[in-house]
């Protein structure tokens, strides 16, 4: 059978030189970087230069790269800030975040900080308008997504974090902190430029090992959980090398090939809309940005097939070799255990019909999917969209 992955949102297929030099760097800079004895100090050089090597590809400074198991884990450690504040004042995030960023949000309201949403317009995006309206006095954290994982829009992160700040100017700021997990590889990332004061990355979103992350700081914060003091006491415990030097080396080979990754990817998503768009009823969420938008990230195509369910279409294109899927695959995971919500949040909050939502699936490509791989799902999705259809009446 044929295997077609096209769920690169998710997670991506790990790059083999990246899990090859893994595993030479585990063998051979075995030492803790915190020993003083030469392995350790051969493995704390080591350390030292895959964060230069990092930093100067986000155009940040060595220091203000900190490493962690993942996108989560950076997200976590800049909201742990709020317990050693001594006023709880109030939190501020898009209404379409990851759950990493909603889920923890929520669970600080339970801890009685109030919690405010910043909507997004039909097209998905947030306005700086939008989050100036959310903006109170007490906003002591806000978190904007960069790059949605679901709907693949592209937040203005910058003119955001400028309004805010303007209009606490005179006064202490706050700290703004962008989800930039999914933004990793597909947009050109200049932290200098973003003007946040944090941001989280993942590796395995990337082709990196998983469980490796990166948490950016733009300052030093104080952390709240205590250890050795590795990474400045921000992240204790015996840094992951491997998959730090791993990271470093994908990044260094994904990254200087963005702009051609995109474009390929431009091509490929434009191909897919077209190929799709004869199908009767077809939806691409959200509508008013379908196309050749800039807004867009062109690697991430959010569809829906009304009356189709989209779990149902995910299984049969599954059992036909394609892997694609109905959303964000924390969602997924969160949602076990507890009961399922009907609608997708963030389609919701897009404003997306209950049908139209559970219809959908989100199809993502990345730099190794191949035209011919395209061609090929294209003609299985209408066919089997088609027979399902009329099974449907």
């Given at each position: 059978?044929?295997?077609?992955?096209?769920?690169?949102?998710a997670?991506a297929?790990?790059?083999?030189?990246?899990?090859?030099?893994?595993?030479?760097?585990?063998l051979?800079?075995?030492?803790?970087?915190?020993?003083l004895?030469f392995a350790?100090?051969k493995?704390?050089e080591?350390l030292?230069e895959?964060?230069?090597?990092?930093?100067k590809?986000?155009?940040?400074?060595?220091?203000?790269?900190?490493?962690?198991?993942?996108?989560?884990?950076s997200?976590?450690?800049v909201?742990?800030?709020?317990?050693?504040?001594?006023?709880k004042?109030?939190?501020?995030?898009?209404?379409?975040e990851?759950p990493?960023v909603?889920?923890?949000?929520?669970?600080?309201?339970?801890l009685?900080?109030?919690?405010?949403e910043a909507?997004?317009?039909?097209?998905?995006?947030?306005?700086?308008?939008?989050?100036?309206?959310?903006?109170?006095?007490?906003t002591?954290?806000?978190?904007?997504?960069?790059?949605?994982?679901?709907?693949?829009i592209?937040?203005?992160?910058?003119?955001?974090?400028v309004a805010?700040?303007?209009?606490?100017?005179?006064?202490?700021?706050?700290?703004?902190?962008?989800d930039?997990?999914?933004?990793l590889?597909?947009?050109?990332?200049?932290?200098?430029?973003?003007?946040?004061d944090?941001?989280?990355?993942?590796?395995?979103?990337?082709?990196?090992?998983?469980?490796?992350?990166?948490?950016?700081?733009?300052?030093?914060?104080?952390?709240?959980?205590?250890?050795?003091?590795?990474?400045?006491g921000?992240?204790?415990?015996?840094?992951?090398?491997?998959?730090?030097?791993?990271?470093?080396?994908?990044?260094?080979?994904r990254?200087?090939?963005?702009?051609?990754?995109?474009?390929?990817?431009?091509?490929?998503?434009?191909?897919?809309?077209?190929?799709?768009?004869?199908?009767?009823?077809a939806?691409?969420?959200?509508?008013?940005?379908?196309?050749?938008?800039?807004?867009?990230?062109?690697?991430?195509l959010?569809?829906?097939?009304?009356?189709?369910?989209?779990?149902?279409?995910?299984?049969?294109?599954?059992d036909?070799?394609?892997?694609?899927?109905?959303?964000?695959?924390?969602?997924s995971?969160?949602?076990?255990?507890?009961?399922?919500?009907?609608?997708?949040?963030?389609?919701?909050?897009l404003?997306?019909?209950?049908?139209?939502?559970?219809?959908?699936?989100?199809?993502?490509l990345?730099?190794?999917?191949?035209?011919?791989?395209i061609?090929?799902?294209?003609?299985?999705?209408v066919?089997?969209?088609?027979?399902?259809?009329?099974?449907?009446?």
């Open positions: 059978m044929i295997s077609t992955y096209l769920d690169w949102a997670t297929p790990p790059d083999p030189e990246a899990l090859d030099y893994a595993r030479q760097v585990a051979e800079y075995y030492g803790n970087p915190s020993s004895h350790g100090k493995a704390d080591l030292a895959s964060r230069e090597r990092i930093a590809l986000l155009n940040c400074r060595p220091e203000q790269i900190y490493f962690t198991s993942g996108g989560s884990e997200t976590s450690i909201f742990s800030q709020l317990f050693l504040k001594l006023r004042g109030s939190i501020l995030i898009g209404a379409t990851h990493s909603w889920e923890t949000a929520r669970l600080y309201t339970e009685g900080y109030p919690l405010h909507k997004p317009e039909k097209d998905g995006r947030i306005t700086p308008a939008a989050a100036l309206h959310a903006f109170t006095s007490e002591e954290l806000v978190s904007i997504m960069l790059l949605n994982n679901e709907t693949g592209v937040q203005d992160v910058k003119s955001i974090a805010l700040r303007e209009a606490r100017r005179g006064k202490k700021p706050p700290h703004i902190h962008t930039a997990v999914q933004a590889g597909k947009e050109k990332i200049d932290l200098e430029d973003l003007g946040v944090s941001a989280s990355f993942s590796g395995h979103k990337i082709g990196a090992p998983r469980g490796i992350g990166i948490l950016y700081l733009r300052r030093p914060i104080q952390g709240l959980f205590k250890g050795g003091g590795q990474e400045k921000v992240r204790p415990g015996t840094e992951n090398l491997p998959g730090i030097a791993a990271l470093a080396r994908v990044m260094e080979k990254l200087p090939l963005l702009e051609e990754h995109r474009e390929q990817a431009r091509r490929q998503k434009a191909r897919i809309m077209e190929g799709l768009s004869g199908i009767p009823g939806l691409f969420i959200p509508e008013q940005t379908a196309g050749k938008d800039s807004h867009v990230s062109p690697f991430i959010k569809c829906s097939f009304p009356p189709v369910p989209g779990e149902v279409l995910q299984r049969i294109l599954s036909r070799g394609y892997a694609v899927s109905t959303g964000s695959a924390c969602s995971s969160a949602d076990r255990g507890r009961k399922k919500e009907k609608i997708n949040r963030v389609l919701k909050v404003g997306v019909s209950p049908q139209a939502a559970e219809s959908s699936i989100r199809i993502s990345g730099p190794a999917t191949r035209d011919e791989e061609e090929a799902f294209i003609e299985t999705a066919r089997e969209i088609g027979t399902v259809k009329e099974q449907l009446g």
